[in-house]
């Protein structure tokens, strides 16, 4: 038994970084002395969620800002992120309730998207 206790901790240990590893990112936007960052994990699933995260490098802290599976795009100015959406923010079918403010950052949600069907490969790329 005792064997396995050791072994359960380096599995998780291991997984945890190969996470960081498989994200592939879309944008990135330095606000103030944060970081922006929308990515998403490269799995082989048709629809893999979005991620947007507020990373406060000095604290090594992140706060999530949205995980949805219809965003399009995100701008940054003046303090404000503005979140574009297909429709009605969601994570697959379950809709989202996203905060008004993170931080000192006001978050508004755009909700007028149009999608292009069939939907434009997305580029992205790995951090390295």
């Keep these: 038994m005792r064997n396995f206790l050791i072994f ?8 945890a970084n190969k996470l960081q590893e498989d994200r592939l990112y879309l ?4 606000a103030k002395k944060k970081i922006i960052e929308w990515f ?3 799995n082989v699933a048709s629809t893999s969620a979005d991620y947007v995260l507020l990373y406060d490098s000095i604290n090594d802290k992140s706060d999530t800002i949205v995980n949805s599976t219809n965003l399009k795009d995100l701008h940054f100015a003046n303090y ?3 979140l574009f959406f297909y429709g009605k923010p969601k994570i697959y079918d379950a809709p989202l309730i996203i905060k008004n403010t ?8 755009d909700t007028n998207a149009i999608s292009n069907e069939p939907s434009p490969s997305r580029q992205s790329y790995l951090k390295k």
């Design 102 to 109: 993170i931080d000192e950052f006001k978050i508004i949600v």
């Design 80 to 82: 404000t992120v503005t």
């Design 8 to 15: 359960i901790p380096v599995i998780t240990f291991g997984c």
């Design 40 to 42: 998403y994990y490269s």
């Design 27 to 30: 944008k990135e936007i330095k």
